[in-house]
C-alpha cells in the first residue's frame, strides 16, 4: 500500500534522450504501484512526443502535462508536484537515475505518512552513467534528528532528485514563503528547507542516486550557493551555530570546487572575479575559511594562482625525492 501512495514527478525541458533513458529505467526498476508524473515545459525538441509514447505503453499509472510556454524551471517543479495524487512526491531530474534498490530502501518510510521529508544519498557519475565517484554523503547510516540532517545536506537541498517530499506539507511552506523570496531561482528551496528543520525528516544513506556530472564536479552552479538560497536558510534556521557550520561546509565542499573549476580553470575576466567576491561577501563574510581559501582565489590573477599551484606541485615532488634519499640512511642507523 505504502508505494501506491508515491508518485515520481519529472520535471523536464529539452531533454528527450535523457528523459527517455530515465522513463526506460523506471519501467526496469520501479514497481507499478508508483504513480509516474512529468510536466515539460514547452521543450523544442521531441519531449513530448517521447513523454506521449512512453505513456502508451507504460505499466504505471501516468499523468502528463505540457505548460504552453517556458515558465521557469521552478515553476516546472512546483507544478509536478501539483499535478500528483499521491501524498509523497519524489522528484527526479531528467538526466538522472537511481539504484535499482532504492524504491525498496524507502518504501518503509513511506508507511503510516509518518515523515515530512525524506533525503537519500547520493553518488556522482559521469555522463554515460559508466563510473562514479562513490557516495557524497559519508554518513551511510539511517539519521532522524533535524540538525544533524541539515547540516550534512547543507548547500544541496535545490538537488531536486534526493529529495522526496509529502506534497501537503512541503505545499503549505511554499504558499506561505516570505515575501523576498517570491520569484527568486529558488524559492521552493525555502519550503524544503522548512521540512527539513520544523517537520519529521529521514536522511537514508545508503540508498543512492545517480546523478549525472563531470568526472570530478560535484557542483551545480551558483544558483545553488546564491543569496536568496541563504536568505531561506537564515530565515528559516536563524544566524546561529548550525548556520555558521552550514556555511563552512558549503565553503569546503562546494564553493571551492566552484571556484576551482569554474572560475580559474575557465580563465573568468577579474573584474568578474571581484563581482563574483561581493555577492559573495555578504553571505560567507562571517566565516574565516572564506578569507583564507577563497578569497585569494579571487583576488589574485589567475596566472598567478596556477603559478603557485605548479610550485606547489614541483616542491612536493622534490621532497618527495628527498625523503627516499634519507630513508634508507635511517634505516641503516636504526
Known amino acids: 500500500m505504502a508505494l501506491e501512495n508515491l508518485s515520481i514527478c519529472i520535471p523536464t525541458y529539452n531533454r528527450c534522450n535523457e528523459l527517455k533513458r530515465l522513463l526506460d529505467w523506471i519501467e526496469l526498476y520501479a514497481p507499478k504501484e508508483v504513480t509516474v508524473v512529468v510536466r515539460d515545459n514547452a521543450s523544442s525538441d521531441n519531449t513530448w512526443e517521447v513523454i506521449q509514447e512512453w505513456k502508451i505503453k507504460t505499466k504505471h499509472r501516468a499523468i502528463i502535462n505540457r505548460n504552453p510556454e517556458n515558465y521557469g524551471i521552478d515553476y516546472n517543479i512546483i507544478a509536478v508536484i501539483q499535478d500528483s495524487p499521491t501524498e509523497y512526491c519524489w522528484w527526479m531530474g531528467d538526466d538522472d537515475l537511481f539504484e535499482p534498490d532504492v524504491i525498496r ?4 518510510f513511506l508507511k503510516n505518512d509518518y515523515f515530512d521529508l525524506i533525503i537519500l544519498n547520493y553518488k556522482v557519475w559521469d555522463s554515460n552513467f559508466l563510473t562514479n565517484s562513490g557516495p557524497i554523503f559519508s554518513d551511510s547510516n539511517i539519521l532522524y534528528d533535524n540538525q544533524k540532517v541539515i547540516s550534512i545536506v547543507a548547500e544541496l537541498f535545490s538537488f531536486i532528485s534526493i529529495l522526496i517530499v509529502k506534497k501537503k506539507s512541503f505545499l503549505s511552506y511554499h504558499r506561505d514563503r ?4 517570491n520569484k527568486t531561482a529558488l524559492d521552493f528551496t525555502y519550503a524544503v528547507l522548512k521540512l527539513a528543520f520544523l517537520n ?4 537514508v544513506g545508503d540508498a543512492y542516486i545517480m546523478y549525472r556530472g563531470g568526472a570530478d564536479d560535484h557542483c551545480f552552479s551558483w ?12 530565515f528559516v534556521i536563524g544566524k546561529n551555530r548550525l548556520y555558521s557550520k552550514i556555511l563552512k561546509i558549503c565553503i569546503n565542499r562546494s564553493l571551492i570546487n566552484i571556484i ?3 572560475v580559474i580553470q575557465e580563465n573568468i575576466p577579474y573584474h568578474e572575479k571581484l563581482k563574483i567576491l561581493l555577492n559573495l561577501i555578504s553571505t560567507f563574510s562571517t566565516v574565516l575559511a572564506f578569507w583564507l581559501k577563497i578569497v585569494p582565489r579571487l583576488i589574485l590573477p589567475n596566472s598567478f594562482l ?3 599551484k605548479r610550485f606547489l606541485r614541483y616542491n612536493i615532488c622534490i621532497q618527495f625525492a628527498f625523503l627516499l634519499t634519507i630513508v634508507p640512511k635511517n634505516l641503516k642507523i636504526a
Open 105 to 108: 530502501k524507502v518504501q518503509k
Open 178 to 181: 516570505p515575501d523576498f523570496l
Open 200 to 203: 519529521r525528516v529521514v536522511f
Open 223 to 234: 544558483r545553488d550557493l546564491s543569496k536568496p538560497y541563504f536568505l531561506g536558510m537564515e
Open 260 to 262: 576551482r573549476n569554474k
Open 306 to 308: 596556477l603559478l603557485v
